[in-house]
């Protein structure tokens, strides 16, 4: 029987009743990765000695009576997770060699669930674009059209789940670097609530594995069906054992509702400073229209939603603040100077990214405050309604861009370039105020291509937009495969 495009779910109950055994599952992803990967180029680090090992650990383990939530199951992980004895470089070729000893918190909490860890995938520079290609790895490109990207950072992951290299793999988001990868491959992932999954051990190379909480960026699970995902979650969430004393489990609120006609829903397709391209806009309506099938309230317009545009440039000003840390002093000052020839009156996205990046902690400080008062906002909202379905991204997955200063980079909508960066407007609307948002696959665009939405929900609501999700996928079906090998 093939189990390629299996569940995790499917796969565990497999396990459990003896149909199938970790070993095999192994050696079939394996062989697949060894037929196929040569032209995704998703798996960049192959741990497979370790993994066949693994394998006949958790046969073993499960010859003996064990049972574990991943007991067995194949799984990859974002390069840049610390894997102990594998290099952990985030694609910077200054540390090709860097091979870390200790497992990041979340890989280690995938292996004490007895998955079995098929190797890491690729990125992009520093995780910084939203595509995945560095110069130790080279490009790994899109399973529906190799001459385009699979989104980035956590692009590898979306491309081994949609061309079977795998079950489940785990990744990071705080430009929507889980989202959009799975939006542009077919692919289910979710961005949890802030803090709600230790991160420690998900650190650029060289730098200390601490317990540190992060601004914005957060650790997640990918999937290819959407409960897969919530299987995933509850072995990610909770917080680190070195700060909190205890164990990883955590307890979230049940989902609000468990049948589809319930849901109170508002939907967006259109940002004031960007324009949503036609395929997208006609996914987000596909989903609108599978609720309104059903009975589920849609709406389209809420004096409660806090301002999109606001929203966008403040977060854009967070999230270049966080990325100039890391500046050399002469990049640094170059930036400085170029944000203080900026015209007072300009409140492009552009200037907001500049801006941001040379932030005084005092400037922060008042940013920050916006923030809080867009959270505000969106408890506000969610009295209202239980979810907000709108675009990850903005288009379909692009071709290929290498242009090596991402700055003067352009993305197309429906014929018309934008700032390349600009299209992060959706992916922030969540991660601004840290809120929880599931992308899932919505249809295709005219050119054959997956497009996908996000369901964002309330902060520490998880399981509603997971639940919310799941509903969607019976109605209206989730992921498909690209072909024999992507």
């Known amino acids: 029987m093939d189990r390629t495009f299996d569940s995790a779910e499917k796969l565990m109950g497999a396990l459990r009743s003896g149909e199938v055994s970790s070993v095999e599952l192994t050696d079939a992803a394996i062989d697949r990765i060894e037929r196929y990967d040569r032209d995704i180029n998703a798996i960049c680090v192959p741990d497979f000695d370790r993994a066949r090992a693994a394998a006949r650990d958790a046969d073993r383990a499960r010859a003996r009576g064990e049972d574990r939530p991943l007991l067995g199951l194949p799984v990859t992980v974002k390069e840049s997770y610390d894997v102990a004895g594998l290099p952990t470089t985030w694609g910077i070729p200054l540390h090709r060699d860097h091979v870390p000893a200790e497992d990041a918190v979340q890989v280690a909490r995938l292996k004490d669930a007895g998955a079995v860890v098929l190797g890491k995938t690729n990125v992009p520079l520093w995780l910084q ?154 996914a987000v309506e596909r989903v609108a229209r599978a609720l309104a099938d059903v009975g589920a309230r849609v ?3 809420s004096l409660l939603l806090p301002d999109l545009a606001e929203a966008a440039l403040v977060y854009m000003r967070l999230l270049a603040a966080g990325s100039s840390a890391g500046f050399s002093d002469e990049r640094y000052e170059l930036v400085r100077a170029r944000a203080a020839g900026l015209a007072a009156d300009d409140r492009s996205l552009d200037a907001a990214r500049l801006r941001g990046t040379v932030l005084s902690h005092r400037a922060w400080l008042g940013v920050n405050q916006r923030r809080e008062a867009h959270r505000h906002g969106w408890r506000r909202l969610f009295t209202e309604f239980d979810a907000v379905v709108c675009p990850v991204s903005p288009t379909a997955a692009f071709p290929h861009d290498h242009e090596l200063d991402p700055l003067e980079r352009l993305i197309a909508i429906d014929g018309v370039d934008h700032p390349y960066f600009d299209q992060l407007v959706w992916a922030g609307l969540p991660t601004m105020p840290g809120l929880p948002a599931t992308a899932v696959p919505a249809g295709r665009s005219p050119e054959g291509l997956p497009v996908g939405v996000q369901l964002i929900g309330p902060m520490y609501e998880d399981r509603t937009p997971l639940r919310l999700a799941e509903l969607l996928e019976e109605a209206m079906g989730g992921f498909e495969a690209p072909g024999a090998q992507g």
């Not at 992951?157 to 990071?172: P, Q």
């Not at 849901?263 to 004031?272: E, G, K, Q």
């Open 299 to 301: 709406e389209r317009h």
């Open 129 to 282: 674009d939203l595509q995945s290609y560095n110069d130790i790895y080279g490009t790994t490109n899109n399973p529906w059209d190799h001459g385009r990207t699979p989104g980035g950072s956590s692009g590898g992951s979306a491309a081994a789940l949609a061309c079977g290299f795998g079950a489940l793999s785990i990744g990071s988001d705080i430009g929507g670097s889980l989202r959009t990868p799975a939006h542009f491959c077919g692919v289910y992932a979710h961005k949890p609530t802030l803090g709600l999954a230790a991160s420690r051990g998900m650190v650029p190379p060289t730098a200390p594995a601490l317990p540190v909480e992060l601004d914005l960026a957060v650790v997640g699970p990918m999937a290819r069906t959407a409960r897969d995902l919530t299987l995933l979650l509850d072995v990610m969430a909770g917080p680190d054992p070195l700060t909190s004393g205890v164990a990883h489990t955590v307890t979230l609120p049940p989902a609000r509702h468990e049948r589809l006609c319930d849901f109170r829903v508002l939907v967006l397709d259109a940002h004031p400073l960007l324009p949503t391209g036609a395929a997208v806009r006609s």
